[in-house]
């Protein structure tokens, strides 16, 4: 890598979402020089899209993969509360964290039988789930529609609000992040700017989400996924708690803005939002909470998730590069435990279990599962 730098940083973190922020603070709480390069959010970067779920228990999947994905989301979102206090604290922006719990629901007979699969194996998993009849799921929920078939509650799946989180972490950051820095090119002794800068630095995180497999060889696709937000002109009320269905959500906000989604597509780079993609979120949600057709719509829009061959993130070293990428649908829970993670490493330090299940190493350079 060439180019004139009158500044060597000790860590220059390519991408400024939600994980390469909170990577960024973790670093410099250590005393490392940071400076953040960030390309803009206007190009499907998902974290504007997010919906902000912490909600390991609800989106545990089956298999191998997905118990170590269980394992992960359980140690991010045990490590939520104390972020948010400290984002909150050190910023002076509230990150929205709500504590309400989540409703997993069935709307037909087909959906019941799955929730009940669901259910017995997370049970089976230790997770914390309690099933609820329809009319005690409508209690807590009066919104929900008489045909609800099934229920369960999960009390300690939870959500923060990724806007007001990115804010509270470029507040704390301030001149570190460099806005509007399109990086071409990620080396182990800095990265290259569109504009034909050259960034020194002892070490580079690569944290460009959905981008990170254009700058460095590493199994990142971008999983699109549309979302709707949505503004009840009467305030907040119309349900209190996170509703999960189908592959559909609708997570509430404390002012009375709901985001509902989300699409899960192979579409490439495409950010573009469709008739069919916002009609069926409509559909889907109507079903289930018919009051939502008096919301507002605020916005349509669409994201790229980072996404890895077995939806975990990369945490690591590759070629000389550390990398926190790849969260897939999981980017705002785990971007705070990643923080810690990617820091303890970039100080010389033991991150601890959690990042056994992202090393790199795992995968090839084809993107294929290294046995072992």
């Known amino acids: 890598m060439s180019g004139p730098s009158n500044v060597r940083w000790d860590v220059a973190v390519v991408g400024g979402g939600i994980v390469g922020l909170f990577v960024a603070w973790r670093a410099r709480e250590r005393g490392l020089r940071v400076t953040v390069l960030d390309a803009g959010a206007d190009d499907g970067t998902a974290w504007p899209v997010a919906a902000g779920m912490l909600a390991p228990t609800s989106e545990a999947q089956f298999g191998p993969a997905g118990q170590r994905a269980v394992?992960?989301?359980?140690?991010?979102?045990a490590r939520w509360p104390s972020a948010a206090r400290e984002l909150g604290e050190a910023s002076g922006i509230d990150?929205?964290?709500r504590t309400p719990g989540t409703l997993v629901l069935g709307r037909d007979r087909d959906e019941a039988e799955a929730l009940d699969r669901e259910r017995r194996y997370r049970e089976e998993l230790g997770l914390a789930v309690t099933p609820l009849l329809p009319s005690a799921a409508r209690r807590a929920e009066p919104a929900l529609a008489p045909t609800l078939r099934a229920a369960m509650e999960v009390a300690d799946d939870h959500s923060v609000d990724p806007r007001r989180v990115v804010a509270g972490l470029r507040a704390v950051l301030g001149d570190a992040v460099r806005?509007?820095?399109?990086?071409?090119?990620?080396?182990?002794?800095g990265v290259a700017l569109e504009s034909g800068e050259t960034v020194a630095a002892a070490r580079v995180v690569l944290a460009a989400g959905a981008w990170s497999g254009e700058l460095l060889d590493v199994p990142v696709r971008p999983l699109k996924g549309q979302v709707i937000r949505l503004r009840d002109p009467d305030g907040p009320g119309l349900v209190t708690r996170t509703l999960r269905f189908?592959?559909?959500?609708?997570?509430?906000?404390?002012?009375?803005r709901y985001v509902l989604g989300a699409t899960v597509e192979e579409r490439g780079f495409d950010t573009s939002v469709t008739a069919g993609g916002v009609y069926e979120l409509l559909r889907d949600a109507g079903e289930l909470v018919p009051g939502i057709s008096e919301l507002v719509v605020e916005e349509t829009l669409a994201g790229l998730r980072p996404s890895t061959p077995d939806t975990l993130p990369l945490l690591g070293e590759r070629d000389g590069v550390m990398l926190a990428t790849g969260h897939g649908r999981d980017g705002v829970l785990l971007s705070a435990l990643t923080g810690d993670l990617v820091a303890a490493m970039l100080a010389g330090e033991d991150p601890g279990p959690p990042v056994a299940h992202c090393d790199p190493a795992r995968f090839d350079r084809a993107g294929q599962a290294v046995p072992g």
């Open 71 to 77: 394992e992960l989301g359980l140690a991010a979102a």
């Open 95 to 97: 990150p929205g964290l």
């Open 179 to 189: 806005a509007g820095e399109r990086v071409t090119e990620v080396g182990p002794d």
């Open 246 to 256: 189908s592959s559909t959500y609708l997570v509430p906000r404390a002012d009375g």
